[in-house]
T-cell receptor
Framework: KQEVTQIPAALSVPEGENLVLNCSFT??????LQWFRQDPGKGLTSLLL?????REQTSGRLNASLDKSSGRSTLYIAASQPGDSATYLC?????????????FGTGTKLQVIP | ETGVTQSPTHLIKTRGQQVTLRCSSQ?????VSWYQQALGQGPQFIFQ???????GRGNFPPRFSGLQFPNYSSELNVNALELDDSALYLC?????????????FGEGSRLTVL
């Protein structure tokens, strides 16, 4: 059974700081790993998708890396802004004959202080 | 804007009642999946539909059922509601087989069971 852990559970940083969020998983036979942000009471916004053959993806101030052998992914946020305050979730996706088995971590709640 | 829409956004039911939640997938996507997210937790996978057939299910009882229609819209039905069914219900659409499988989520339906 795939287990996904996100550390830390909560993080508070001053504006402008660079930060790293961690996601670890137990089954390395993944198909995709996807990072999301979730604002309170809202749906999930896709940030970055890393396919199993990729090592990292970048979008603006965000960079996500994937190391399947160690069962880890990191989300790096550069020059954090108050608007980055949200909960960040990683989702590990296995593909079994067209069936996407998705397991989420419990998230990291980020607060960026102006 | 993900192109995935869900309705209703909020609803209140009482124990024992039945509820139907609806999801309109992003155009061109062939797969829809549903998730239950309790407060402070990561989303839990309920089931997935691919080309109108359920092809994957999480650890949810049979009173959680669904449908996917030829236009790839979908319904989640929950019978005999229990207090613990109170949660945010999220649907996600993706293109499996011909695309990356990236998940796109709607804004969710907030269900309160009294």
């Amino acid at each position: 059974k795939q287990e996904v852990t996100q550390i830390p559970a909560a993080l508070s940083v001053p504006e402008g700081e660079n930060l790293v969020l961690n996601c670890s998983f137990t089954d390395s036979a993944i198909y995709n790993l996807q990072w999301f942000r979730q604002d309170p009471g809202k749906g999930l916004t896709s940030l970055l998708l890393i396919q199993s053959s990729q090592r990292e993806q970048t979008s603006g101030r965000l960079n996500a890396s994937l190391d399947k052998s160690s069962g880890r992914s990191t989300l790096y946020i550069a020059a954090s802004q108050p608007g980055d305050s949200a909960t960040y979730l990683c989702a590990v996706i296995l593909n079994s004959g067209g069936y996407q088995k998705v397991t989420f971590g419990t998230g990291t709640k980020l607060q960026v202080i102006p | 804007e993900t192109g995935v829409t869900q309705s209703p956004t909020h609803l209140i039911k009482t124990r024992g009642q039945q509820v139907t939640l609806r999801c309109s997938s992003q155009s061109g996507h062939n797969t829809v999946s549903w998730y239950q997210q309790a407060l402070g937790q990561g989303p839990q996978f309920i089931f997935q539909y691919y080309r109108e057939e359920e092809n994957g299910r999480g650890n949810f009882p049979p009173r959680f059922s669904g449908l996917q229609f030829p236009n790839y819209s979908s319904e989640l039905n929950v019978n005999a509601l229990e207090l613990d069914d109170s949660a945010l219900y999220l649907c996600a659409s993706s293109l499996v087989g011909l695309g990356t499988g990236e998940l796109f989520f709607g804004e969710g339906s907030r269900l309160t069971v009294l």
